[in-house]
DNA sequence: ACCGTCATTAGACAAAGTCCAGGCCCTCCT
DNA sequence: AGGAGGGCCTGGACTTTGTCTAATGACGGT
């Protein structure tokens, strides 16, 4: 099952399925908006995502995407990145893993979450619970 | 000469000895702007400092906060913390160290640099050069 | 066919931050 | 003192990202 996963081809059909299985109802706005985050596993921001699903002719709606990208993320399909103060970056990887991040290009990176270990945190602030933890290892062009 | 600093009341005259220290000419509005910053050791957003400054009476305009606090960041004064999708926060405080941000309530708290090691990461990208990293640990409200 | 519910839409709106053109102030030079 | 130049500051217009709203559309169940 798994190992078929990794072969699969990202088809509509699949994003539907995979819509279905986080209990999301798979409409066509929302396929479209899932398929190209997913087609693309790449960090896209909203408006990127609103060009992309457009790019053909106009199908999705500014308000749907922003719609379809919370719902994704409240339902644990796709993760917000907060790493440029313009703009928020969705991310179709939901494993465990941290980022580069270039502050010049703007380029984000995966680091695999596998072999990163943080290590001699505190307890959190009393009254919370945790939520994740990201790392964000800032880099720049060499000179 | 560290254990007074630690003790020495923050005046307009000390932020300016230390504008100076960092390049930065103390004029009178940029004083204002690193007073709140300084005074309060908190994490303030730019609307809050701009709020802070002309509590009294009107004295600093915006677009000269907004660039009193780019010049700060630029020159090392103050750090940039990217944590919160609608607006940036600046942390007075450029020891290396990392932050909870609670979700929820947007609360930002101090973790110490000292103990905490982030260790298993991959070799930077070819042709960066790391700036920075930042350990975010989001927390939320127990239940 | 009807109804209720949810999804989608265009466009108005809000908030954070940037840009610009003009004016102010300070210093330096003569 | 007068003038020139260079920063710096300012109000306001502007841009961009994202949200809200009110109306319409799609769809399943009875």
């Known amino acids: 099952m798994i190992e078929r996963m990794e072969i699969q081809p990202i088809t509509r059909e699949v994003v539907a399925e995979r819509l ?15 398929y190209v985050l997913l087609e693309r596993c790449e960090h896209l921001s909203a408006d990127r995502i609103l060009a992309l699903v457009n790019a053909r002719h106009a199908e999705v709606s500014k308000a749907t995407v922003y719609n ?3 719902l994704f993320r409240e339902k644990g399909l796709i993760r917000e990145l907060i790493v440029d103060p313009a703009k928020v970056f969705y991310d179709p990887n939901t494993e465990p893993h941290h980022h580069f991040y270039d502050v010049v290009t ?3 990176t995966d680091i695999s979450g596998d072999s990163v270990r943080v290590e001699g945190l505190p307890p959190l602030p009393p009254g919370t619970v945790a939520e994740g933890i990201d790392v964000i290892v800032r880099t720049r062009p060499r000179s």
Chains 1, 2 share one sequence.
């Open 106 to 108: 703007g380029e984000l």
């Open 20 to 34: 279905r299985a986080h209990g999301i109802a798979p409409t066509h706005q929302r396929i479209e908006v899932a």
């Open 68 to 70: 379809a990208l919370r």
